[in-house]
């Protein structure tokens, strides 16, 4: 399982690989979605998703939106669900973020 560090209150952002079994431009057309959630399955965030380049659909990138401030200290998960032109899905693995505390308070 992947493991990402953030810290609460910070930017956040993700950048993931698509894995080599599949060739360059597999998924031109298809979006991405992206939730944050806790281990209580509740909605801590939704994140924006989308493709470092559309045409070889490589790589993805994952940022916050609203910002990290509110998340919960902790295990937090997340995953990318792609869903292509035709309407069927498929998700990357299951990622752990563990969101952590910052020390400054300036």
Known sequence: MVKVIATRGDSFGFVGRIPAS???????????????????DGLVADLLAQWVDPLTTRLFEVTDTAGTALWPVGQLFF?????????STKRTPVMLIQC???VTRV
């Open 22 to 40: 599949f060739a360059d431009g597999h998924f031109i057309g298809w979006t991405l979605q992206c939730q944050v959630r806790n281990v209580s």
């Open 79 to 87: 995953d990318i669900r792609m869903t292509a032109p035709n309407g």
């Open 100 to 102: 952590e505390r910052g």
